[in-house]
């Protein structure tokens, strides 16, 4: 990322998304005021900011992540299809501008150093298995292979961003607390949870069903 560590960056706002370093984000841009953003950020470094979108509370969240274009393709009529790569995230300093998109004066956060690297170690590999017999557990339950990618990140930091992006379901909010935790070990802590709590549920469905193979699951 850059070499400062506040700087202006356009903001994309998005509802139910949460974008996490080095996860890729497809967009497809139509509003007027973001072909003018895109334009922008094209003429510049390809850089600005995903950031969630409360349409409760018509606000934005104040930690997001900064996403470099890595791919664009623009239509006759303007629209353009767009994929994207998370960098670092960022916190909301001030918000500049509005029009014709917003745009805030930012700061780059990164997680704590870490003081106890053996029990960060220890965690990581217990979030690893835990995802393993997730993934086994649903192929056995509904009868179809799923796998988890050949090489899952090793550093502990970048793990708990892959699990956190990966989660299934309405799950916005909680992964919008993941990105705004500054611990690692806390961040990994919290999915290994939610991991345990699907495994013993997947377990105890797969029990079942084989116990009872004429039940059908719902």
């Known amino acids: 990322m850059g070499e400062l560590s506040v700087r202006e960056l356009p903001l994309f706002p998005l509802p139910e998304v949460v974008l996490f370093p080095q996860e890729v984000l497809p967009l497809h841009i139509f509003e007027s005021r973001y072909r003018i953003m895109l334009k922008s950020v094209l003429e510049t470094d390809s850089m600005f900011g995903v950031i969630k ?60 150093n870490v003081d106890n690297f053996q029990k960060l170690d220890a965690l990581k590999d217990s979030v690893t298995e835990a995802l393993s017999d997730v993934v086994k557990l649903t192929s056995k339950l509904t009868n179809s292979k799923k796998n ?23 799950v916005a909010e909680e992964q919008q607390r993941l990105l705004e935790e500054r611990n690692t070990y ?33």
């Not at 409360?54 to 606000?59: A, E, F, L, R, V």
């Not at 009529?77 to 960022?90: A, K, V």
């Not at 988890?148 to 299934?168: D, T």
């Not at 806390?186 to 105890?204: G, I, N, P, V, W």
Request: glycine residues 4%.
């Open 53 to 112: 979108w409360d349409q409760n509370t018509k606000s934005m969240a104040n930690v997001g992540c900064c996403a470099q274009i890595i791919k664009h393709q623009t239509a006759e009529d303007g629209r353009s299809n767009i994929i994207t790569l998370g960098q670092q995230r960022f916190q909301i300093l001030e918000i500049v501008r509005s029009t014709p998109y917003c745009s805030a004066m930012v700061s780059w956060i990164n997680d704590e």
């Open 186 to 218: 806390t961040r990994l802590k919290r999915e290994f949870e939610m991991l345990d709590h699907t495994r013993k549920q997947l377990a105890a469905r797969t029990a079942l069903k084989e116990s009872f193979p004429d039940i059908k699951d719902n």
């Open 148 to 170: 988890l990618p050949e090489k899952l990140p090793n550093n502990p930091m970048e793990l708990s961003f892959w699990v956190a992006s990966h989660l299934g379901g309405a």
